[in-house]
């Protein structure tokens, strides 16, 4: 790419105003620290964080932007989590999960039927395994708006030119409620909810509030913005729920980086319905983002 940055800057003739250095960005020939202006970067991954490319943004905002006066751009992120009907999808997940077990016990039969080799010491790990992987890991989607049930929360925002490593590790525990509207379902029947969906926004307002940018803008990844290569991330429910307009559901969600490889991360979600002020045992969810 900085090959061909390069061939374009010269056909353009501003090779005396562009310089382009191909290298790791935290260690830039002839740039001295606390100089920069201006930092434009596309670290965003799946649901914000994955993929943990922010710290390098971060380390080179601590070693060359500007301390007054500098801008990162974008400039501000929004994590959002939102209720999903996304049915089809999460029992597409179920079959194959079920038919996997159905595929395994076959297998441990045959094994010991026709060669008389016991593999069903196995089983317990391998349904694990399954389970992990069809119907608690989260999958890349692109929902519509009327796919959204209730009215998205926030989880976490960043400053991108205040932030440090600790705010960018995940999400802490946080609270959400979400309330099923009463013209949801026009007097349909009730509202299959499928699970949670996370996507994100990024604003370009620009680091200086005294000097705020003639054209503001931000990009969001959400169902009602239309395609965007990082869609949305669906976290289904193992058991999908039936819920009637003026139900609650409340819960928290947290967000963390997998122990095995920091640029994936894990999500875990507790909740509990209530209706008609009698509140559902606790269930609670952990997913892996791949």
């Not at 061909?4 to 800057?9: E, F, G, P």
């Not at 705020?212 to 009602?224: F, I, N, V």
Request: aromatic share 12%.
């Amino acid at each position: 790419m900085a090959k061909m940055a390069k061939v374009i800057v010269a056909r353009n003739g501003v090779s005396n105003i562009v310089e382009v250095q191909q290298g790791s960005a935290e260690e830039m020939d002839g740039v001295q620290p606390g100089s920069v202006d201006i930092i434009v970067s596309e670290w965003m991954g799946y649901f914000l964080l994955r993929e943990s490319m922010l710290d390098t943004v971060v380390r080179v905002r601590e070693k060359y932007l500007k301390k007054e006066g500098g801008h990162m751009f974008p400039s501000h992120a929004t994590m959002f989590w939102s209720l999903v009907e996304d049915e089809r999808e999460r029992q597409v997940k179920a079959q194959e999960y079920h038919q996997a077990i159905t595929d395994w016990h076959a297998f441990t039969y045959e094994t010991k039927q026709f060669y008389e080799l016991d593999m069903a010491g196995l089983s317990s790990q391998y349904e694990e395994e399954q389970r992990q992987y069809y119907l608690l890991s989260s999958a890349w989607a692109e929902l519509r708006a009327e796919q959204v049930v209730g009215t998205p929360v926030p989880i976490l925002s960043l400053d991108l030119k205040t932030c440090t490593f600790e705010d960018i590790k995940g999400v802490p525990k946080t609270p959400f409620k979400f309330i099923i509207p009463k013209d949801r379902t026009n007097g349909e029947g009730p509202v299959h909810v499928s699970g949670f969906a996370g996507w994100f926004t990024t604003d370009f307002f620009g680091n200086d509030p005294a000097k705020p940018l003639p054209c503001p803008t931000t990009l969001s990844t959400a169902p009602d913005m239309g395609y965007t290569h990082w869609g949305q991330q669906v976290f289904h429910l193992v058991k999908g729920l039936e819920l009637n307009p003026g139900d609650v559901l409340e819960g928290t969600v947290s967000m963390g980086r997998q122990e095995e490889n920091a640029r994936l991360y894990e999500v875990e979600v507790a909740f509990y319905v209530v209706r008609e002020g009698l509140a559902s045992e606790y269930v609670a969810h952990k997913y892996q983002m791949p």
